[in-house]
């Protein structure tokens, strides 16, 4: 997947009728869309910067064959969620971005190997989180990691935009997820 300019990411929020805001979060969906792996982006927009993470927006392995919810797997729908997240205990262990309102969910319940866009929709409060994978490094699958979260690959990275998060005196967070594009 190609790395993406601000100027890009402006064009396409402007298609898509999103808000630009000073300070957010961004995820693109790898069109490989390969199971297991972080091949997706989350991007950290702080006034006119930004950075780029790699990530995985997408139920690891375990939890598409194992879905926790009976309707099937989550797989979080492209859109903007504004002011979605807030600062919060992942699974009451670390800080990370948690949900706080309701968001609206694809249920993948064929139990296959792919994370797919269905036409089950399910909105509401899931616990789709915004956290990382292990607690140090770089982690090479995403496996139990993922249950429809959106997890970033690299310890360091999430602890960098959680410090940014932190500083940024916010109390609630948006976050945009798109197709790659």
């Known amino acids: 997947m190609k790395n993406y300019t601000i100027e890009e990411l402006k064009d ?8 630009w805001l000073p300070f957010m979060l961004i995820g693109i969906r790898s069109k490989s869309d390969v199971t297991n792996s972080f091949d997706d ?6 006034n006119n910067k930004i950075d780029i993470f790699s990530a995985t927006t997408n139920p690891g392995l375990f939890w598409l064959k ?3 919810n009976k309707k099937g797997s989550a797989v ?3 859109a903007q969620y504004i002011d979605t997240w807030s600062l919060g205990l992942h699974r009451k262990k670390y800080t990370a971005l948690v949900q706080v309102k309701p968001l609206t969910v694809f249920r993948d319940n064929d139990k296959d190997e792919k994370s797919e866009e269905t036409l089950i929709n399910d909105t509401g409060l899931f616990g789709i989180n915004i956290h990382r994978a ?3 490094g770089k982690t090479i699958s995403v496996d ?7 997890v970033f690959q690299n310890s360091k990275d999430f602890d960098y935009v959680i410090s ?3 500083k940024s005196g916010q109390k609630y967070f948006t976050y945009t997820l798109l197709k790659e594009f």
């Open 12 to 19: 396409e929020f402007k298609k898509l009728g999103y808000k």
């Open 41 to 46: 982006f989350l991007i950290l927009v702080s």
């Open 66 to 68: 194992y879905p926790i």
């Open 76 to 78: 979080l729908k492209p």
């Open 134 to 136: 292990n607690m140090n």
């Open 144 to 150: 139990k990691h993922s249950a429809g979260c959106q």
């Open 164 to 166: 940014e998060c932190k």
